[in-house]
C-alpha cells in the first residue's frame, strides 16, 4: 500500500526566501506526482505534473523534482511571498493505469511579510 | 473557478435530512471523483467513476450514495448522516485513468 509522508507539516518563513518542501513515497511504481495548493477551507488547485519518465517541472516560481528509485519529490519555491501562504500537497498516482492517488497531508506554509 | 463547479459552497444539515451534492464540469474529462477531506486527515477517496460507471467505493457508509447520470455530472445523496461526517467534500476530475486531476473548491458539510 503506497504511503505519501511529507516533512515538515508546517513552516514558517521570512518573506523572500527561497525553500523546499519535500515529499516522500513508499512504492515507486507510480505514473506521475502532482502538487497542490490549498487555501483555508477551499478546493486544490494544481501547480505542477511530473510524469514517471520526467526529472522535474518548472512553473514561474515553483521548480518540482521528482526521484522515484529513491522515492521522493520536491517542491521548490523561490523568492518567497505572503501569497504563496497555503497548505501544500503532493500526490502520487500509481502505474497500471487505475486511478487511486494517494495524497500526502501536506504542508502548511506560512510567509511573513 | 477551475472549471469543476460544485454546489453548495456551504451546507448544514440535521442527522434526519435528506441532501445532495452536485458537481459539474465541462473539461471534457472522463474520470470524476468524490473525497473527503477531515481536519488533520489525508484527503480519503470515497468513490470513483470512469465513463459513468462506478469503479471505486472505497468502503463508504451507505448514507453516501453517488450518482453519475452522464461524465460531467455527479451527484453525492446524503441521508441520516452523523456529526463525525461533518468534513470538507471535494469533487475531481481527470481525463482518464492516467492524467492530471481538477478539483472543485468543495462543499463545507456540518452535521448537527
Known amino acids: 500500500k503506497q504511503e505519501v509522508t511529507q516533512i515538515p507539516a508546517a513552516l514558517s518563513v521570512p518573506e523572500g526566501e527561497n525553500l523546499v518542501l519535500n515529499c516522500s513515497f513508499t512504492d515507486s511504481a507510480i505514473y506521475n506526482l502532482q502538487w497542490f495548493r490549498q487555501d483555508p477551507g477551499k478546493g486544490l488547485t494544481s501547480l505542477l505534473l511530473i510524469q514517471s519518465s520526467q526529472r522535474e517541472q518548472t512553473s514561474g516560481r515553483l521548480n518540482a523534482s521528482l526521484d522515484k528509485s529513491s522515492g521522493r519529490s520536491t517542491l521548490y519555491i523561490a523568492a518567497s511571498q505572503p501569497g504563496d501562504s497555503a497548505t501544500y500537497l503532493c500526490?502520487?498516482?500509481?502505474?497500471?493505469?487505475?486511478?487511486?492517488?494517494?495524497f500526502g497531508t501536506g504542508t502548511k506554509l506560512q510567509v511573513i511579510p | 473557478e477551475t472549471g469543476v463547479t460544485q454546489t453548495p459552497r456551504h451546507l448544514v444539515m440535521g442527522m434526519t435530512n435528506k441532501k445532495s451534492l452536485k458537481c459539474e464540469q465541462h473539461?471534457?474529462?472522463?474520470?470524476m471523483y468524490w473525497y473527503k477531506q477531515s481536519a488533520k486527515k489525508p484527503l480519503e477517496l470515497m468513490f470513483v467513476y470512469n465513463f459513468k460507471e462506478q469503479t471505486e467505493n472505497n468502503s463508504v457508509p451507505s448514507r453516501f450514495s453517488p450518482e453519475c447520470p452522464n461524465s460531467s455530472h455527479l451527484f453525492l445523496h446524503l441521508h441520516t448522516l452523523q456529526p463525525e461526517d461533518s468534513a470538507l467534500y471535494l469533487c475531481?476530475?481527470?481525463?482518464?485513468?492516467?492524467?492530471?486531476?481538477?478539483f472543485g473548491s468543495g462543499t463545507r458539510l456540518t452535521v448537527v
Open positions: 475531481a476530475s481527470s481525463p482518464g485513468t492516467a492524467g492530471s486531476y481538477t
Open positions: 473539461l471534457g474529462h472522463n474520470a
Open positions: 500526490a502520487a498516482l500509481p502505474s497500471g493505469g487505475y486511478q487511486k492517488v494517494t
